[in-house]
C-alpha cells in the first residue's frame, strides 16, 4: 500500500515563525544538500519555518514530508514512464500545499523534470512567490532551451559547479550564482594525512572500486567491474575496496559473491572515505564520485553505460563530448572515460592499469586536480551551503519587502 499524500503543513503564523521557506527536493542528494541549507538558513535567519518535500536528511532538521521521497524520485525514461500516474498526482499535490502554504520563498532542490513542472503550476497561481532553483538542469550539457524557457518561472539557480553562471548567460536563462559544490564542504574528511598518503605508496595498493548510487548501475556495471578485477588480480596483488549505499549493500553483495577477486566491501560513509584517502586509484562510474576522488586526488578511470534506448535518446540531445564532473569542470578530458562500447572489462583493466603502475598519467590527473580545486575555490572558508542560505534569504527579504511597499 502506498503512502499517503500528508495534508499540507501549514505555517505558523509571520510573526512567530518569521521566514517561512518551501522545499522540495526529489531525489537522496537533493535531500542531503537540502539539510544542509537548512542548518545554514537557521544559523543565519535564526526564527525560521520549514515545509515541503524531503527525505530522511531534511526530516532530521525538523521538516514534515508531505510525501515519501521514494515516491517521486524515479530516473530514466522506463521507470518514469511505468509510474507516471502517480507522479502526475503527487505533482498536482504538492502544488497545491505550495500554494497553500503562504510561504516567503519556494526552493527546488535538483531533479528538474519534476521540480520545474510544479514550479510552473505556482508561478500561474502566485505570480510574486520567489522560487530559487539548487541545482539548475544541465541546460549546457542538453535541451539549452530550456534556460531561456526558465526565465518565466524561476528567479535565481544556485549552481554547484564554476562555469555555470556563464553558461546560463550565454544561454539566456535566469541570473545564476555559484555557490559551490557540497563536497568542499567534506574537504577535511576527504583529503588524506600524511600516514593515509604514504598507505597510497605501499603494496598491496588499494583500488577503489565504485558501481553508482542508483540500483540500474549496479545491475549494469558490477559485471563488467568483475572482469575488470579478476584480471587486475591475475597480473597484480591488490586491495579492492567496493564502498557502496546501504540501500544497495544487499545487491552489492550478492553480485560481488560472484567475483573470483572478491572486495572489501564498505555501506558506511566513514568507511568510504577512509578507503579514499589510502587509495592508489580508482574505478568509478560516472557521477558526483567522480568529483569526491579529484578532490581527495585519487587518479580515476570512469565507466558509463545505460540501456540501448537511452543512448539514442542522449546522442540526439547531447551538445558536449564530455560526461565525468572533473572534464566538465577543467573543459578537458583530464581523466579518461570509458563510455557504453568502450566500458569493457579489457579498456577499464588497460586503464587502471596505468594509473596503478605507472607514472605519467598519475601525475597528469593529480596536476589537473589542483588546478580544479582552485577552480572550485577550495578554501575560500565560506561553506557552500552558507552561500546559498545567504541568497535565498536575501531574495525571500527582497520579495517581502515589495509586497509590503506594494500594499
Known sequence: MKAPLLPP??????????????????????????????????RRVGRVSFAGVGGPDMEMEGLESLVPLSEIS????????????????????IAEAVIAAN??????????????????????????????????????????????????????VLALLP?????YKRLEGPDCTYVGHPLVEQIGVLRPSPNETLRRERSPPILVIMPGSRESEVRRLMPIFAGVAERLSEAHRLDFVLPTLPHLEDLVRAEAEKWPA????????????????????????????????ALAGVPMVVAYRVWLIEELVARQMLSIDKIALPNLILGRHAVQECVQADCTATALTEAVTSLLVGRG?????????????????????????????????????RACAGGKQAA
Not at 509571520?14 to 545554514?40: C, Q
Not at 588546478?371 to 525571500?396: C, K, Q, T, W
Request: proline share 6%; hydrophobic share 45%.
Open 163 to 167: 562555469f555555470e553562471p556563464d553558461e
Open 103 to 156: 510561504a516567503d520563498v519556494l526552493v527546488l532542490i535538483d531533479s528538474p523534470d519534476f521540480t520545474h513542472r510544479v514550479a510552473r503550476r505556482v508561478r500561474r497561481a502566485q505570480p510574486n512567490l520567489p522560487i530559487v532553483n539548487y541545482v539548475g538542469p544541465s541546460v549546457w550539457a542538453w535541451r539549452p532551451w530550456r534556460a531561456r524557457r526558465m526565465c518565466s518561472y524561476i528567479d535565481h
Open 9 to 42: 503543513r501549514m505555517f505558523r503564523p509571520a510573526h512567530d515563525e518569521g521566514l517561512k521557506v518551501f522545499l522540495i527536493a526529489g531525489e537522496a542528494s537533493g535531500d542531503v544538500l537540502g539539510a544542509a541549507l537548512m542548518r545554514a538558513l537557521t
Open 262 to 293: 572478491k572486495p572489501r566491501i564498505t555501506a558506511t560513509a566513514e568507511g568510504k572515505h577512509a578507503a579514499v584517502r589510502c587509495a592508489r586509484a580508482a574505478l568509478v562510474a560516472s557521477g558526483s564520485a567522480t568529483l569526491e576522488l
Open 361 to 397: 598519467e598519475r601525475k597528469a590527473q593529480l596536476t589537473a586536480f589542483e588546478e580544479l580545486a582552485s577552480l572550485m575555490n577550495i578554501g575560500a572558508g565560506v561553506m557552500p551551503s552558507d552561500r546559498a542560505a545567504e541568497i535565498v534569504e536575501s531574495i525571500a527579504t
Open 74 to 93: 524515479v530516473m530514466g525514461i522506463m521507470p518514469v514512464l511505468k509510474r507516471l500516474p502517480q507522479l502526475v498526482a503527487r505533482l498536482g499535490k
